[in-house]
């Protein structure tokens, strides 16, 4: 579904990712496992074409690299970025009517939206409300949502768990198995490594902007030694 | 008591023209942070297409109206293509900078195609007249122009609150990138806003061709240094703080003429700027500023 070969990533005048290839087939779930500033969301950021960036992406097939941000969400990639960034002035229902903006039916837009009220019920519950009241949880299943109404043929999930209690964590989880199962194919980016090796297929450890290690997410156990090993922190 | 009503509509009046013109800048600035200088010249073309379709076609007020509306809508978007969108995402300054060159190429074209003197373009004029309700004597311009401007602010509302290009709107005031990645096209948000400023500028164009029957080069830059002064009351950016710092400045104006005595008449300028330095101080970035994000990255 999803390729990029010799993927560099700049922010500015600066090599942040050093040429990775990664692959991402139909239905999986990849995840990109690294410390902070191994370059996980600028790999994500070139996928999507918001920061400048060099080598090929395929998706499907076709070669996405020159297209501009807008384009690229139209051909099938989608994400919920590290931050949420939901729109904090616009209510949690408009907030969807962007995610699905590019659907010409807005009746069947609507029918979708109250799906997936039913389906987070707290989403629902705050409808008309801003999304900037909602909490860090409930901000993510609406980045999450936003994202797939844009009927994506891939999402990039970057750090959904960050910043929030484990609870809320173990729940965020629980909805990336469950579009997983739904047959959703997912790049997820994480720092939370055994949380997202469970949910995974195939795993790539990013580090210093490059490629480390990568293999069957059963090769890595259940990851308590990885993020030790990344970080030097031993616990 | 005609005298207070006279003087309330003085200053809704003025206000709504100001108003109009920083509704018109803020809804640029809110979008891609630039201060949209030339804005004043899009409001003087719109008085030059009344004497370019009154020679060449018909005088009919009605269809000039039409003529200043969609005149103002295309010189804006046209700029927006021209100027702006080469130095898109460059610095603050940038923008600036070109803003004002572009302000000024404008104005010296209109002086050589046109005429450094006032051109006589009277056909609006008829909207000017005086009406006496008993003992209450009011032009109907101002009546006219005051409830224009609410009109045109609550058809401006819905359109931000019920269209998809409105609520993206809205959106990319605060992460125009985010916008982007759900699809939606960078240059049909922000032709579509500067379609906006334009359509707001005719408008004010409109009432002032009415007020002042003549269209001269400058014409445009001073309503515009006022609408900038109402921006920054209201806060930069924010759309009801535009509209608020317009009706503020023009109830301000009236006040300062109804209370200084006739003598200290060339202090009415100072007076109100005096007010605007203790708004600013009260609060820096303006009245209704967008508030600031103070928290980490969750």
Not at chain 2, 50 to 77: E, H
Request: hydrophobic share 50%.
């Amino acid at each position: 579904m999803l390729q990029t070969s010799s993927l560099k990533a700049f922010h500015g005048p600066i090599e942040a990712v050093h040429g990775i290839d990664i692959s991402v087939a139909e239905g999986q779930c990849v995840t990109l496992l690294g410390p902070n500033g191994a370059g996980k969301t600028s790999t994500l950021s070139a996928i999507t074409g918001t920061v400048r960036a060099t080598g090929t992406i395929r998706l499907g097939g076709e070669d996405i690299s020159r297209l501009p941000v807008e384009d690229r969400c139209r051909r099938g990639i989608a994400i919920s970025p590290e931050g949420r960034r939901v729109f904090a002035n616009l209510s949690v229902r408009d907030n969807l009517i962007m995610g699905g903006a590019l659907q010409p039916d807005k009746a069947q837009l609507n029918r979708e939206i109250e799906d997936w009220f039913t389906h987070f019920p707290v989403l629902g519950e705050r409808h008309a409300q801003p999304a900037g009241t909602l909490s860090g949880g409930e901000q993510q299943m609406l980045a999450i949502a936003r994202a797939l109404l844009s009927k994506p043929r891939i999402l990039l999930l970057d750090e959904p768990s960050l910043g929030l209690a484990p609870m809320i964590v173990a729940k965020i989880f629980e909805i990336v198995r469950d579009l997983k199962a739904r047959g959703t194919t997912i790049l997820l980016v994480e720092q939370n490594a055994s949380a997202a090796i469970r949910v995974s297929d195939y795993v790539y450890v990013l580090n210093n902007g490059l490629i480390s290690s990568h293999g069957a997410a059963a090769n890595f156990g259940d990851g308590s030694d990885l993020m030790g090993e990344l970080t030097g922190v031993h616990v | 008591m005609d005298y207070a009503i006279q003087q309330t509509l003085n200053a809704l009046s003025f206000g709504a023209e100001y108003a109009l013109i920083a509704l018109g800048l803020a809804i640029v600035f809110s979008i891609m942070g630039l201060v949209n200088f030339a804005h004043g010249e899009v409001v003087a073309f719109g008085g030059y297409s009344m004497v370019i379709v009154s020679t060449l076609l018909t005088n009919s007020p009605w269809i000039l109206m039409a003529g200043v509306l969609i005149a103002c809508v295309v010189a804006s978007v046209a700029l927006e293509r021209v100027a702006f969108r080469t130095v898109r995402g460059a610095d603050l300054t940038t923008g600036l900078l070109t803003a004002f060159g572009v302000s000024i190429i404008l104005q010296n074209l209109f002086l050589l195609l046109g005429s450094p003197r006032p051109m006589a373009a009277t056909q609006f004029i008829f909207l000017d007249k005086t009406l006496t309700f008993g003992s209450v004597r009011v032009s109907s311009l101002q009546i006219y122009e005051t409830l224009a401007t609410f009109v045109a602010i609550g058809i401006l509302m819905t359109f931000l609150r019920k269209t998809t290009l409105g609520m993206a709107m809205r959106a990319a005031s605060l992460d125009f990138e985010m916008v982007r990645l759900c699809g939606i096209r960078a240059n049909r948000v922000i032709a579509g806003a500067f379609a906006i400023s334009g359509l707001l500028a005719g408008l004010a164009c409109i009432f002032i061709m009415a007020r002042r029957g003549s269209v001269q080069p400058h014409m445009g830059f001073d309503p515009v240094l006022v609408a900038f002064v109402a921006c920054v009351i209201g806060g930069f950016g924010s759309l009801p703080g535009a509209v608020l710092g317009g009706f503020l400045l023009g109830i301000a104006e009236v006040v300062v003429l109804v209370l200084l005595p006739q003598s200290a008449g060339g202090m009415a300028q100072a007076a109100v700027f005096t007010m605007v330095a203790l708004v600013l101080i009260w609060r820096p970035d303006g009245i209704l500023s967008p508030a600031r994000e103070k928290g980490d990255k969750i």
